[in-house]
């Protein structure tokens, strides 16, 4: 974690890592048996403050800096990578009513959001292209004081455990690209939605589903900021969800990583304990040191957003190296376990199941690497 902390923020970080411990470790496989998060659990969850606290007071958030969400979430991950994506979503759609919708639409929500009465999912992708976001088919006909949305979102995360979703559809011409796109708050209960869910092989207490719109009718006041605006909306919302991913899936690979340091001095083969070797030691240690390098940068970049500065390339730097580290150190840790990590009694396969999923959701590697270097080639030369 970052070297200087508040006395607030250290209080945060000790009741989430306690509750982690003592109320979502416990039931983290059993989790993805039942598949789906328990709603009185997460109500927990936003009864302690731990949902978007960085949100304005105003609207039932506590005010805290982006950094003390990525402590929160590294926490939470640690216990169930699952129910750390609570607090991404949060954050991320919380993020977005509070700057764009009305002030009236975002007093209805936003405490309920932060209190953990209701989740609110984000709903982009589509079933042509996931990462073409700026190119969607789902369109929003404007009908007097209302729009009538028509067509399929898919893979979308919580699809059919959320209260309602921010939806982004297409108010112009196709030609318009991203300039067509706008943002709307669903109800998930609202007329005319049908939903599916799909079999992954991870994150099955999320779990993601296709969302049908039949004409279905939204208010033109649950519209989020002007016609068109919605495009805008979302990548300004991924540069801080980025950060937060990295330290969800860096929470959970450093798990199995503790796990593992435990588990190689308990057992014992060749006279000694499997901690004398150094090829059982050695790729455990890189391990460390990768994960440890990846953390860091996501602070970092969630200290440059909190400081106001720009942070897009950082933001996709902790989006692709985080997930990879954190699968690789998953993967190496089950491999440390030998026949036993193997098992499906151990939390090493499902933790990897888990993780690597969000090496797809909310932008791949090679699209990240796009960020990267459209930023990178548009800035001014460093002065080394």
Not at 56 to 78: D, F, K, N
Not at 133 to 157: N, P, Q, T, V
Request: hydrophobic share 40%; with cysteine.
């Amino acid at each position: 974690m970052p070297a200087s902390l508040s006395e607030e923020q250290h209080a945060f970080v000790e009741t989430a890592r306690r509750f982690a411990r003592d109320r979502i470790a416990p039931q983290y496989q059993k989790r993805e048996q039942e598949q789906r998060i328990d709603p009185a659990l997460i109500r927990e969850i936003g009864g302690l403050g731990l949902i978007a606290p960085e949100l304005p007071e105003a609207y039932g958030g506590l005010g805290q800096p982006g950094v003390t969400s990525g402590l929160i979430i590294e926490a939470v991950g640690y216990a169930d990578v699952n129910v750390a994506y609570i607090q991404l979503l949060g954050s991320l759609t919380g993020k977005i009513i509070a700057e764009h919708a009305s002030p009236e639409l975002a007093r209805r929500w936003l405490p309920r959001l932060v209190s953990g009465q209701s989740v609110i999912a984000l709903a982009l992708t589509e079933p042509r292209g996931g990462s073409d976001a700026a190119h969607l088919a789902l369109s929003a006909r404007r009908d007097g004081d209302r729009y009538l949305l028509k067509g399929e979102k898919s893979s979308i995360s919580m699809a059919d455990q959320a209260d309602a979703f921010i939806v982004f559809a297409r108010t112009g011409r196709p030609e318009d690209g991203a300039r067509g796109v706008s943002a709307f708050l669903v109800p998930s209960d609202t007329p005319g939605i049908a939903l599916s869910r799909y079999t992954d092989l991870g994150s099955k207490a999320i779990g993601r589903g296709s969302i049908f719109f039949d004409d279905t009718a939204v208010p033109a006041a649950n519209r989020l900021a002007a016609e068109g605006a919605g495009f805008v909306q979302v990548m300004q919302g991924f540069d801080f969800s980025r950060p937060l991913i990295g330290l969800q899936v860096l929470g959970s690979a450093q798990a199995s990583l503790d796990e593992s340091w435990a588990y190689i001095q308990q057992r014992h083969a060749f006279g000694g304990a499997l901690a004398r070797h150094q090829g059982v030691t050695f790729p455990l240690a890189e391990a460390e040191t990768l994960v440890a390098a990846a953390r860091r940068l996501c602070y970092h970049t969630l200290q440059l957003r909190d400081a106001g500065r720009p942070h897009t390339a950082e933001a996709a730097m902790c989006k692709w190296l985080a997930p990879k580290t954190a699968v690789d150190a998953i993967h190496q840790c089950l491999l440390t376990h030998g026949h036993y990590g193997w098992s499906m009694d151990l939390p090493h396969q499902q933790r990897l199941r888990d993780v690597m999923g969000l090496e797809i959701g909310d932008g791949t590697a090679q699209i990240m690497k796009l960020i990267i270097a459209r930023e990178r080639l548009k800035a001014p030369a460093r002065q080394e």
